[in-house]
Each structure stands twice: as structure tokens, then as C-alpha cells.
């Protein structure tokens, strides 16, 4: 049995093992919620389908009405993931997911100002709140009397969470909170904030560590700035959220003292498969679009979508859409099937499928041409929405090296311990085999693919062979890569971000590709082969495609220009601009 | 005056999913093909809580159809109907049994009024309500409507169409006939069916929905109705409309008139 709060898909595939059963059968929602969840898509588009005018408008003028806010709230838009007993719907990731797709097709604000609510602003509320403060604040939350907004960033606090410097201290039982957030999702429009402080922490040498708090709008000391000017999502309220002298009773402290940075990054986690499902909306709208465009629009006599490069952006869209419906669909079933340690797969979901819509709305555009840079078209707005989802809730910088980091932490792990037993081999010879003997056996698993358990997949459908041998084959080198970086960087790896940066494409590349394998199998096994030989089709580009990009990566680790890279880039800091003239 | 209403809704193809023929004529490709209520049904739902919503009493909705069929019965629940009731039919029904079968229900449930779409989309037979108000000898209004436009105030306040006299035993419906409307007065109990200009439906909310989860669905198995269950109409067999064939320009008038006189021979 699998221990699920620990298993990683991730890791253990840096290990050279196939955690199959986290994967596969592809995740499928219960009945019931799959029942209620198509109701819901069907009033979702009588609701949002006739407003296609006003989002434009709401664009251009860089807001949304105060009613239309309102019609969300009545029509239940904020209690998609509240548990039924507070008034909500109670969905699990996964429907939850759907929804924010459903809504993402029609426009990408309305999604963030729901999105921002549901899968960070009150989202650490459900995780860590105390049962007085899921009834205090969640009855209210389900109904959209407060909208939430989830406060962390600050001028110097982006990437670098840590470096938060608004700051709760105590004066008797309750706390003090002063500080500035900067670029709040509906910051101007919340009643609940989940405010991340500095906090001293008792008994630790006054080092400060972060608390995440619960304010309300209507304390004393609370304010927000004017609604910023954007480039995308425009119509989404962003603003900064000011803390002035705010009192707060000690039952507004969400989660436990100190434990801020750990919780900010579960509820990001676990908040993921919303701006997920909100990328796959979007891409599916493109491609509707960009299907309808390329079949109108005639050049040289015929309809561009009789041309090869049309197809090929047509096509490259599908495969993209699929995959990432692919990812995030098995990362909401990793959350709803109890799973606890899902970081780096949801990290995962959310770069890939950011960057998928991009490359997506980057080509529908291309598709539609000249066309599609006209404000009357829709393609250049989706393309300023899309923008900022490679940025927020973590850039997909710091994600990637996150990625990587995490999903080598068991292979560092066991080559520490390899080392350690290397030095005291002769003190505890008995302990000292076992550890060498695993390293040993791990190794010859991965070098000659001849032993060791999970070793690939064992139960996708047949048609899928050539695929799963691929990736089987494409797992050992993945391992056998990881240990080689580790043992060549050792903990300088840290430093290393040319490297962990091809470390973590690598296994982006691979996760994806296993849940495109976990997909299409299910279609296989209940569709048959002749129904789901589309999916089959996009298994097959998909694998191409991961198996000629890992490979590269892989080449690249010890062949590449990095030093030369770093270099120009280090002389282009120094002349702080380009260098050269031709004359 | 409280009113109690039963109202059907029938699970169609959403119009919007492209629909195919099969290969061999029998019926169309149900794969990749989205279902959802008859939008004169819906019309139908919404007139049934508006009348509610002024008269209080209840609405009862009823479908015929396999377990699929709940999904509509659901949504008309999440609108705000009291209570649904599904006769499980798997099979091919004709007019003339589909309101042999709302027959035996009307009897079950005793209404003040009967609600139904004017007709499906599906099959466009327009004929259920007609039948039914005759087996039921019950005084019928098709086509109801009304004389406000849907942009109107009256709309805008979800005021039903359809007129309770102060007695509450009497209805006023307005229809469409050609070139305008007459207006009727049915003695109650009586068959309405709806046409399009009577309402804009709501949609469901998401607590809508929730509390639907809740309502009471009672299942019929039709066979138990003592309807003798064979349909006098067949559908033999499904094809598409042939392919309009490329238009041509001529250069000149006798060219046209050839064209018409010698390969159309229209003239």
C-alpha cells in the first residue's frame, strides 16, 4: 500500500520508480458530483454566455460593475469549494477545477475574481480554521456577503515570500498589524483577508516567523488603494490593501503562530487546480475560435485551414489543451484522493499549463492574423489575460526550480545517507550493507532496466505499448540523470539554476506525459480503440515531442553553454545595455 | 388561490451540438451530442413558478424517459419546482402515448393546470397537449403568450402571462395565431401549452441547485399505468436533407433563360 502522505509521483520517478496506482485509473469524479457539477456548467453559461459585449467593455474600461458582482454573489458563484453544512457546494478539486474552466471560456476576470476568492483568499480558512472559525467567517464567505483576497505580496516581498516585512506584534492577548500589500486580487472588493505578518516567535531568540491572520474590511485601520491599471484580466480588481494600526483578537490568527510560510505555500498548492482549470478554458475557447477563423478566412483561393502551418498550430493546440487538461485533472484527483505531498505535481500543472494557453493565445492570434490584433477580435485581450498567469501565484521561474529541488529530495536524501555509511562502513557493517546494497540495487535498476519493482507502467492499455516503453526507458535515464547532477553539484546544485532548470523541464515533460498515458489508456478501455483513436493520436505526438525535448535536456547537462551564457549576460549587466552597433 | 401545477419537460439534443444521421438511417449519433431541457419547456417551468410565485400552491414536473431523464427533472427542480416524478420509459413513444401516459399522472395528481412546452424540438410534433386535453376532456389554450414584449416591465418583473381569474377558476390565456393574438378564457382545470414569446426562463443558481439535491423524485415505471405501450407512429428511417448543389453565374439574360428552359426546365 502506498503511504499517501508522503508518496510523490515526482520524487520517487527521480528514484527511478513508477508510483502507478497514484496515477492510474485516471481520476474520475464521483457520480453524484459529476451530476451536480453538469448542472452547474449549464447555468454557469445561461449566466455568462449572453454577456460577451460587456466583457469587452469591462476590459476597456477596467472594471466590472458593482451589479454584475452582485449577480455572481446570488447566483452562488463564491461557494463553489465551501462545505455544503456552511452553505456551499461543496466541491472537491476536481469539479471545482471544471467550474473555473467553464468560466475561464467566457473571460478570464471573471474567473481570477472567483478564482482569487475560492483557491487562495478563503481557501486557508477551509485548510486550518478552527471549527469558531469556519462558523464565525465560512456561511458568509459561501454566499459572497464577504469576497476573500489572499494577502502576501509586498514591494519586497515577491518571489521571496520570506522577506515579508509587515509585521503583528502582540500587546497583551491581541495583535498589532501594520504593513502594505501590493497588487491584491480583489483587494477593493474583499470583506475577508487572509493577511500574512511577521510575527516574533516566543522562545526563539526573537527571530520572526510568519503568521497568517484573518482581517475583516470593516476593522479599524484597514484600506485599499486605487484599482491599478493593468495589462490583462483588466477588468479583475487588483489593488494595494493597506494595515494600519490593526487590532486583532487572538482567534484571528489562522493556522498557528509561525507556521505563516509553510500554510501560504499549502493553500498556493492546493489552490492550483483553479488557475488550472481556468488555463484549459481558455485554451478551449481559442481553439473554437481559431477552428471557426482559420475555415472562413480565404487566401489564395481556399480557407487557411487547408494550409500545413495552419494545421500545424491547430494541431500543436489540441495536443497542448490536452495535456494540460491531462495534468491538472490527475492533480485534482491527487487532492480529492487524499493525497498530502502533491507540491511539485501541482507545481507542475500550473507550469505547463500557463504556458501552454500562452503558446495557445500567442497562435490563435497568429492564426487570425492581422485580424487578431484588432481590439473588435477577442484574440488580443485573451493574450493579455493569459500573460500574467506565468507570473502570479509563484512565477514559473522559481516554480521550476522549485520543481526540481523537491523532486530530487529523495535521491539526495539516499546519497547522504550512502556517504555517511561510506565514513562508519566499518563501525556498523550490518547497517552499513543494507544502506549500500538499496544504493546498489537502485543503481543496477537504473542502469540496465533488467531489475527492481515499478519499474514503468504495467496496467495502461495495450495500443499504448510503444509510449509506456518509452517513458519506462525515459524514467531510468531521468534517474540515473538525477543522481549523476546530485553527485557531480552536491548541495551547490542550489546554485545551479542553468541545471535545475533543465532538471525540472525534464520532469514537467515527463509528468505531463504520464497523465496524457493515464488518460488516453481510460479512453481506450472504455471507449475502444476505434472511438478514442484521436486520443491515441495525441499520445503519440505528446510522446514525440517529450521524448525529443528530454532528450536534448538530458544531452545538455553535460554539454552546454552555460558558462558562455552566463558571461554575455554578466558583461550586459556591467555595460547595463547591448554592446554593439553594426555599422 | 392556491394553484397546483404540473408541468413536463422532455430531454432533447441541445441544438447547439452538431447532430448526425447514423450511416444506416435509424436514429443519429449520440456520441459527442449534449442533451438538455426542451427551451419550451423551460418557458413552461418558468410560467409554472411565476403563477406559483403569485398564487402560491405547487409544481409538480414530470418527464417520460430512461434514468437519464432526471438530469431535466433536476434542473426544473433547481429552478425552483416542488417536486418531480420520472416515468422510467426506455423505447420509442408516440404523441398519442406520451399523453395516454401524462394522462394517468393528471389523474394521479389531480392539477389545477397542466403545463407543456408547445412541442419538442426534437421531434416537432406539437401534438402532446392537444391529445392530452382531449383524453382528459379538460378545456385547452395552445400557444400561450402574451401581449408585453419580453423587453417589457411587466418581464422585467416576472409577471406570469397567464391571467387566474379572481375566483381562481377561471385562466385568460393570450395566443399566437396568425398576424396577432386573441385572448382565451379556459375554466379550470385546463391544458396550456406554451409558445415562445411568454417568458424569458431563469436559470438555475448554484443554492437553487443545492436544494434540488434535496427535493423529492418519484419514480413510475410506465408498464405500471396500464398503457398499452406500442406506438402507432414509426420512425422507418433518419436522413439528412441532400446537399444544395453549387449555384453558377451566367453572363446574360438568354444564357439565363436557356439555362432555366433547357437543364432546369422551370420555364
Known amino acids: 500500500m502506498i503511504d499517501k502522505s508522503s508518496a510523490s509521483f515526482v520524487q520517487s520517478l527521480c528514484m527511478g520508480q513508477v508510483l502507478e496506482e497514484m496515477l492510474v485509473p485516471f481520476p474520475t469524479m464521483k457520480k453524484g458530483e459529476q451530476e451536480m457539477l453538469e448542472q452547474v456548467l449549464a447555468s454557469v453559461n445561461q449566466l455568462l454566455a449572453p454577456r460577451q459585449k460587456d466583457f469587452r467593455e469591462w476590459d476597456l474600461a477596467g472594471e466590472m460593475p458593482k451589479e454584475f458582482i452582485e449577480e455572481l454573489k446570488s447566483f452562488g458563484l463564491f461557494g463553489l469549494i465551501i462545505p455544503e453544512e456552511f452553505g456551499g457546494m461543496g466541491f472537491g478539486s476536481a469539479a471545482y477545477s471544471r467550474v473555473l474552466q467553464e468560466i475561464a471560456r467566457h473571460d478570464g476576470s471573471v474567473a481570477l475574481t472567483v478564482g482569487a476568492h475560492s483557491s487562495i483568499g478563503m481557501r486557508g480558512l477551509l485548510l486550518f480554521g478552527t471549527p469558531e472559525q469556519k462558523k464565525r467567517w465560512l456561511p458568509r464567505l459561501a454566499t459572497g456577503e464577504m469576497i476573500a483576497a489572499f494577502c502576501l505580496t509586498e514591494p519586497g516581498a515577491g518571489s521571496d515570500a520570506a522577506a515579508v516585512r509587515t509585521t503583528a506584534v502582540r500587546d497583551g492577548n491581541d495583535w498589532v498589524l501594520n504593513g502594505d500589500k501590493l497588487w491584491i486580487t480583489n483587494g477593493g472588493i474583499a470583506q475577508f483577508y487572509t493577511v500574512f505578518a511577521k510575527t516574533p516567535v516566543p522562545g526563539d531568540g526573537g527571530k520572526a516567523q510568519l503568521t497568517a491572520f484573518v482581517v475583516t474590511s470593516d476593522m479599524k485601520g484597514v484600506s485599499h488603494g486605487p484599482h491599478e491599471d493593468k495589462m490583462g484580466i483588466r477588468a479583475s480588481n487588483t489593488t494595494t490593501v493597506l494595515f494600519e494600526d490593526v487590532r486583532l483578537t487572538a482567534d484571528h490568527v489562522l493556522g498557528g503562530v509561525g507556521k505563516g510560510f509553510k500554510n501560504a505555500m499549502k493553500i498556493l498548492n492546493s489552490g492550483r487546480t483553479g488557475l488550472g482549470g481556468g488555463c484549459v478554458g481558455g485554451m478551449k475557447s481559442l481553439i473554437s475560435l481559431a477552428t471557426k477563423q482559420a475555415k472562413e478566412r480565404k487566401q489564395f483561393g481556399q480557407p487557411i485551414s487547408s494550409f500545413g502551418l495552419v494545421k500545424q498550430k491547430i494541431g500543436d493546440m489540441v495536443v497542448d489543451c490536452y495535456a494540460s487538461e491531462s495534468v491538472v485533472t490527475v492533480v485534482a484527483g491527487l487532492i480529492d484522493g487524499g493525497y498530502e505531498d502533491y507540491a511539485v505535481e501541482a507545481a507542475i500543472s500550473k507550469v505547463f499549463a500557463t504556458e501552454a494557453l500562452w503558446r495557445t493565445a500567442d497562435e490563435a492570434l497568429q492564426v487570425a492574423g492581422g485580424n487578431g490584433y484588432m481590439r473588435e477580435y477577442p484574440y488580443e485581450r485573451v493574450v493579455r489575460d493569459a500573460r500574467i498567469n506565468r507570473l502570479f501565484e509563484g512565477t514559473n521561474d522559481i516554480l521550476r526550480l522549485f520543481i526540481a529541488l523537491t523532486g530530487i529530495n529523495q535521491v539526495a536524501a539516499q546519497l547522504k545517507d550512502v556517504s555517511q555509511t561510506m565514513k562508519g562502513v566499518l563501525a556498523d557493517p550490518i547497517k552499513g550493507f543494507g544502506v549500500l546494497s538499496d544504493y546498489a540495487k537502485k543503481t543496477a535498476a537504473i542502469r540496465t532496466g533488467l531489475v527492481g519493482d515499478n519499474r514503468g507502467f504495467t496496467k495502461l492499455h495495450k495500443a499504448l505499448e510503444p509510449q509506456a516503453e518509452e517513458f519506462e526507458e525515459e524514467v531510468r535515464e531521468v534517474a540515473w540523470a538525477a543522481d549523476r547532477i546530485l553527485r557531480k553539484h552536491g548541495k551547490g546544485i542550489i546554485g545551479k539554476q542553468f541545471a535545475t532548470r533543465r532538471l525540472a523541464d525534464i520532469l514537467i515533460d515527463m509528468f505531463v506525459f504520464a497523465c496524457v498515458l493515464s488518460r488516453v489508456s481510460a479512453a481506450l478501455q472504455e471507449k475502444g480503440e476505434e472511438q478514442a483513436a484521436r486520443e491515441l493520436e495525441i499520445a503519440r505526438v505528446f510522446a514525440r515531442r517529450v521524448r525529443h525535448s528530454v532528450r536534448g535536456n538530458l544531452r545538455r547537462i553535460d554539454v552546454n553553454d552555460d558558462e558562455l551564457v552566463k558571461s554575455l549576460a554578466d558583461d550586459a549587466f556591467e555595460r547595463e545595455a547591448f554592446g554593439w552597433d553594426a555599422r | ?267
Do not use: C
Not at chain 2, 416576472?158 to 395565431?177: C, F, T, Y
Not at chain 2, 414509426?234 to 439574360?253: C, I, Q, S, T
Open chain 2, 1 to 267: 388561490m392556491p394553484l397546483k401545477i404540473l408541468v413536463t419537460v422532455k430531454r432533447v439534443e441541445d441544438p447547439e451540438s452538431k447532430i448526425k444521421v447514423k450511416p444506416d438511417g435509424t436514429g443519429i449519433v449520440t456520441d459527442g451530442v449534449n442533451y438538455k431541457m426542451n427551451p419550451f419547456d423551460e418557458i413552461g417551468v418558468e410560467e409554472a413558478l411565476r403563477l406559483k410565485e403569485k398564487h402560491g400552491g405547487e409544481v409538480v414536473v414530470a418527464s417520460i424517459g430512461g434514468d437519464k431523464s432526471i438530469t431535466e427533472i433536476r434542473s426544473a427542480l433547481a429552478m425552483g419546482a416542488d417536486r418531480g416524478v420520472l416515468l422510467k420509459h426506455e423505447g420509442a413513444l408516440d404523441p398519442l402515448l406520451v399523453s395516454a401516459l401524462f394522462q394517468k399522472l393528471t389523474e394521479q395528481e389531480k392539477p389545477d393546470l397542466v403545463l407543456l412546452g408547445k412541442q419538442s424540438i426534437d421531434d416537432d410534433q406539437n401534438q402532446t397537449g392537444q391529445i392530452l386535453a382531449e383524453r382528459l376532456a379538460w378545456a385547452q389554450a395552445t400557444f400561450a403568450s402574451k401581449k408585453e414584449s419580453l423587453e417589457s416591465e411587466a418581464e422585467q418583473k416576472k409577471q406570469p402571462g397567464l391571467v387566474l381569474s379572481a375566483d381562481g377558476k377561471k385562466m385568460q390565456v393570450v395566443r399566437e395565431v396568425d398576424g396577432g393574438v386573441e385572448t382565451l378564457e379556459v375554466s379550470l382545470p385546463a391544458v396550456v401549452t406554451v409558445d415562445l414569446r411568454l417568458n424569458k426562463p431563469r436559470f438555475a443558481s448554484l443554492p437553487g441547485i443545492m436544494k434540488a439535491k434535496k427535493k423529492e423524485v418519484k419514480e413510475i415505471a410506465t408498464a405500471s399505468l396500464g398503457v398499452e405501450l406500442q406506438p402507432k407512429v414509426v420512425v422507418k428511417k433518419l436522413f439528412e436533407p441532400p446537399k444544395r448543389a453549387g449555384g453558377a453565374k451566367v453572363a446574360d439574360v438568354p444564357e439565363l433563360w436557356k439555362k432555366l428552359h433547357e437543364e432546369a426546365k422551370v420555364v
